[in-house]
């Protein structure tokens, strides 16, 4: 066991990250940094501090942040500039928090002066490896701790001994095994494990908290404008909102329409397939919205490439790769093209469904004049022939040759 | 004008190709052999033979072909092995269409000894692209005829004119302009122009004839298994179908639950931007299936190399390169990562929604064993450590290099 | 023929230009102002000042401009940071200066009133593409004239009687046909068409100008070092260069020492293959040095997604889209991961090879430490095994369930 | 220490992996298999033998195999076929040999009733991963044993130690460390380590030993011709060689011509670069000709396509994912390519160049007729108007809305 001084702990307030504070100050006999983060997941943080107090952690040791405003602004929004989408359907909800997080705890240790950090990810899905590599990324020489692949307690009814055992309070709803795990910020909610793990099942309803289901959703479509600047959402319905404040709007009009939900088999990094259900409404309603905006304010030659570099740029973000150079390249790449992205989209929100109804732009490409069959002063018909002329020509020959 | 001895015309029986079969006479003073397609789009071909026989064109110069099976099998199948999608949303309906067309009207020119080939398409489009880099790539020596390129009736007034002149019989609600033009077959139905060319307006319900209303269609959702084999299609709810009875009964279905309707603004190859309204009702849940079928029996590495050319593969037959050699290599990887492709995939229908709820497989990739935590056989949580720090190196060599 | 005022042509002062000159003042009866530009093809422009006034061109209609240190600055440079290569070989010599003089020509277009501008390139190849392109993205409305796709001046013959008819001096040598036909500028200069059409034959070597042959370098090799900053050259030797005096110095080297030639067969734009010889000296040691530099400077994962972008970069340069969205965005993300090139080349020239001989960087990402075996700080060997082991793992389950 | 009953070892008969079969004998207790393959790296194989014998292995557990044919026909030449190179310029001769390796490992251990495999690669390589992935990947449930990253013999004095205590003949040249390290197969001998480690420092002459140098290469050239067919070389000067007979000769001669040399800083899979020097004769003369074979063959599109992909392709390779499904998947569409790879290029070797000088094929694309200025039947001047019209047609409308 390596000399730990101080430590970082990203810490919930929930029995899990409690019994991990306690076996660091015990397994490591260092100071513990508390650090929790409100990045929107709908809970209140001030019982993490009181928690965080009663299990000895010093005053100027508990860190706690309203980060929903950058998370949204400097992660969210950019990554859906480039309209990422992780295997056809996963929005990166938890994929997109991860960085923030780590960042903030180095800034922390930093800050404290600490030289390590602790995260409570398993040792079998993606977070351990999107901390970590955050971690190291910004803060080459720090020691990190992932308690879940070093101590024994790898049962719960262990989990629950060493907390009765530190007094750690455990509410009662945690005693046994969760039917399934949470992971939740400002753009999703994921649910996975347990009762979902056969794939051929169907999810079970309740495993949906942020969305009613299209069947309950109401009967009357909602519609609904977004304005875009530079490729970001700026405002709902003509209200302009600070980026929190509008990805909770668009929550608030998804969920109450049905709006956002997923059932995935995913392939995580570490090497195997899982199975997730994951609820993404207001950033279900953001995605088509962006594309639609898109559609009209940016050229073929951008979008294409923007689509044809798109998997990569999410299986960066998604494998734990935001704070590296090639992400970083992507983006400057995805961020050029967004400086004409104003305008508006009208959306019909309808029972799961969101339907592109219109989109206006004063940066619009789109012509009437050019698609109509009057006279235009850019495109004669008659090109049409030589351009599909040389366009075959090479064809025509590998024919002639090749037969 | 070049001198043409015999054209081979791709004959819808309707007004505008009647029109062209007559200005083809009377402008090559050429013979016209007519090819009229089944290719799903829901109309009666035996009238187009008496049209084609009343414009004087001989029995034997009547081509009608069933071609459905054909469409589906070689053609649309390959296609969605690709999870192909364009610009986002677009499942490449009218373009899947156009080579195989084109391929058809190439044999007979070849059987009939014709010497030229026409097609009905305008110059403003993509399928005058598609259809003559298909003639040109088949036989590179033909003489292809785009009468909208080249003639002068290039009004409404102008063109019924010449009808009435030729006694062309033309139904009554031909006579105006069309409100919108359309393109259909079994895949989907497209309609664009005039009352969709303002792309802030939302499309009238009256554009739409494949599928209700999500609003109109059923309060209960319908639940729908579908087979797969080699990636493709084969069973419906248990029951085994031909390529085309099976698509046609997906679009029955899809059509009943108000599935498969797009409203997009596209990048057309000839580059201008133009708006379109699709209904793919069928080809909608074909997509979701697949997706999810796949998500248990490929590997993460075949599905994000496919993820990655994807875009690539839709714009080749966005853009009518089907008959391409980067087509065919592409298709050659893309099939070879779907011999495992096998199992049933289990979705809801309801109101505009495809609901993937689960999927099996014999070959599928799942393994619950190696996501829960219960000890397993190929995977050991303290290998994550090292997995993690080696993927980091990189990143904090360049921390320590560049700061 | 519409109807055209003024018109800027690319003017080199030669018979074929000259010729154009006359034809454009009788075919459109318009005002001709003449552009020639220094691009270091190594030609006096003088004489071409003068010849245009012999023309009866108006002085204030006369543009010289040398645009050396522009071109490599703003075109050469940026090229090189992506190490753009054509088909594994061609160094986009040609390619890389029509965007330059297009938008000279618009820019004096504007300054002067003109309405049309006017190049000289034929109607097989792609530099009319290029040129064409460059005009219209900058000034979408302007008159493009190609005489070359326009006139019946289409043999030698007929060019020689409307030269000697125009009173348009004709130099002996101009009188037959060129054995082939070249361009050039401080980048490269390359010989196409006539004794090099047959590409099984063996370039004679006449065709080369700015190399001896590698059998004729000296027998002793010539050691250079070449300095970086931000990914592009600044010094050679030591001494600090301008970019045009760099580039001219880096090709007296390597022409000195036979590097820098290429024979290939090409896929042109529009459509055929063609063949060409082309000499790039300094382009080349600059393209290994610039490998080499990059390779200790940036990361991994900058190195390869360059690499996996730079096929369609350099396409997009060859096919003439400099002046397009998606080049800019590309150029973005090169240009990104070029903010630590930094460093110093050493390379030894010999008989046509360049080979890299050291690199070193206060940027360096190369690190002796962490390849030898003895403890490091961020390598523990054991990592390894869970490093393999992850990345093993989906590879043993593709085994499992598939055999 | 698991339980391990039998083990194939990877032996080369060399005084590292004699040490590692006596170790494993002691530190597993375990019968060894040893395998030592003909891979075309010069040393003779019976020596190994003999060794083997005396070290205690009984003969039926002596596996030696000239796989030579085998590597050149089934992993060298398709990896030509995509004219792979790893960061600009690494032929991958090294990474290309370990699939066959591994996969004649876990052969060997089925014939045996072998648990496990083991190789002599450090900790901190690349082939490691090579070898393990192509273990893992043919066999999921193989012990791998890798004693360099497991035992404490990590000093050269222990392993002499070790060697004495054990009986192990050690020559006289390996008693001190070697001042690099080194790998060979037919392909390629690469050097690494110790006087190489400072990029900085110029690779001494002594480190190459399968070339001379390019100034010490004959004064005079050496022209040679070489048939592909399909793709593949199948010919030197008109003699049909068999896969492995015709690599060797291209060694000869283009080692006798000083070709093939690089001095590169790579990236290593495992995360830090490394310097290395390589020779790969006959590899980098078989690039060049298939680069020029496939440039009169294959189309643009496919060209492209290839290029593209190419680095990723190669960085499979690199990387040890030779047995994975996206590198098959690749591999399938690059062999879909090769079909009309046929015909002969003409190449001069001298002093370290490698100079094509003339290619052709019965399937050529390449045509005179069209890129001279005579008329053609498929190219019409006037096309290149629409061709460049209809391409620039998204700029024009890009900058009128843009500015």
Known sequence: MSDVKKVVLAYSGGLDT????????????????????????????EPARKKAEMLGIKPQNIYIDDLREEFVRDYVFPMFRANAVYEGIYLLGTSIARPLIAKRQIEIARE??????????????????????????????????????????????????FAEKHQIPIAKDKRGEAPFSVDANLLHISAEGKVLEDPWETAPEYVYSRSVAPEQAPDEPTVVTIDFEKGDPVAVNGQHLSPAALL????????????????????????????????????????????????????????????????????????????????????????????????????????????????????????????????????????????????????????????
């Open 248 to 403: 909770t709007r668009l929550n608030e009009l998804a969920g109450d329409n049905g709006i956002g939900r997923i059932d995935i088999v995913e392939n995580r990094f570490v090497g195997m397939k899982s199975r997730g259900v994951y609820e993404t409404p207001g950033g279900t309603i953001l995605l088509e919205a962006h594309r639609a905006i898109e559609s009209i304010t940016i050229d073929r030659g951008a979008a294409h490439l923007k689509d044809e570099l798109m998997p990569r740029y999410a299986e960066l973000i998604y494998n734990g790769f935001w704070w590296s150079p090639e992400r970083e390249m992507l983006q400057a790449l995805i961020d050029k093209s967004q400086e004409t992205v104003n305008g508006t989209v009208r959306l019909k929100l309808y029972k799961g469904n969101v339907i592109v109804e219109g989109r206006r732009s004063h940066n619009s490409l789109y012509s009437e004049e050019h698609v109509t069959f009057e006279e235009d002063t850019v495109y004669d018909q008659r090109d049409a022939e030589g351009f599909i002329k040389l366009n075959a020509l090479r064809l025509r020959l590998l024919k002639q040759a090749h037969g």
């Open 18 to 45: 409690s019994v991990i504070l306690k076996w660091l100050q015990e397994t490591y006999n260092c100071e513990v940094v508390t650090f929790t983060a409100d990045l929107g997941q709908g809970e209140e943080l």
């Open 112 to 161: 404290t002066g600490a030289d390590a950090v602790c995260h409570g990810a398993t040792g079998k899905g993606n977070d351990q490896v999107r901390f970590e590599l955050g971690y190291y990324a910004l803060e080459p020489h720090i020691k990190v701790i992932a308690p879940w692949r070093e101590w024994d307690l790898n049962s719960r009814t262990k989990l629950i001994d």
